[in-house]
């Protein structure tokens, strides 16, 4: 989640897990530079998924959709299938 990069993206227990995961990260690539392992971390910003469904849900109600992921680059919110890709990416050859 980008609440482990950027303060007030997610409540404080909620960011701090997220920052520990994104060291982690960091930690686990720097210790297997040249082991062939490959490390990544994807860190989505607002995806509408179970969790952030009541979110989405509640702007589209109130004709607010458009404010939904105003501050990322898409001027919108993200969805699923768009991470799998950018994983399933990560996770290959290419």
Do not use: H, W
């Not at 607002?46 to 501050?71: C, H, P, V, W, Y």
């Amino acid at each position: 989640s980008v609440a482990g990069l950027r303060a007030g993206a997610g409540g404080p227990a909620y960011s701090a897990s997220k920052a520990g995961v994104i060291n982690l990260v960091q930690t686990a690539a720097q210790q297997l530079t040249g082991s062939g392992i490959r490390v990544n971390a994807v860190c989505p910003g607002l995806i509408e998924t179970g969790m952030t469904q009541s979110l989405f849900d509640a702007a589209r109600d109130k004709g607010r959709e458009n404010m939904i992921g105003q501050l990322n680059p898409l001027q919108r919110g993200g969805q699923p299938i768009e991470i799998a890709r950018a994983i399933a990416f990560l996770a290959s050859e290419e």
